[in-house]
Nanobody, 122 residues
């Protein structure tokens, strides 16, 4: 069983920055791809960013490219999402996810965290 625990959410002003962390436990996930999704009130959950297990390739949805950076530390079983130049429309619950496949992790990952709320005030 895999457990993902996110942290780092909170209230931030527009234009500010925030870093989310997700710690994985329960099994060796070194070869697993990792991703972040988000769900805003009244909207469907959407893909935000993903990273391969080596960290060599990253993917972003268009709305965050250039502002968000996904990274990982395999020694710590942790994935990060550095969010810069935040906008009110980035307000959402952010979820960490993992899957062996870099394709599946961007759409239907096997494992999900419980989410962390990020609120961006204007």
């Amino acid at each position: 069983q895999v457990r993902l625990v996110e942290s780092g959410g909170g209230l931030v002003q527009a234009g500010g920055s925030r870093r989310l962390s997700c710690v994985a436990s329960g099994r060796t996930l070194v070869t697993y791809s990792m991703a972040w999704f988000r769900q805003a009130p009244g909207k469907e959950r959407e893909f935000v960013a993903a990273i391969t297990w080596t960290g060599g390739t990253t993917y972003y949805t268009d709305s965050v490219r250039g502002r968000f950076t996904i990274s990982r530390d395999n020694a710590k079983n942790t994935v990060y999402l550095q969010m810069n130049r935040l906008k009110p429309e980035d307000t959402a619950v952010y979820y960490c996810a993992t899957d062996p496949s870099i394709v599946e992790v961007r759409s239907t990952p096997d494992y999900w965290g419980q989410g962390t709320q990020v609120t961006v005030s204007s």
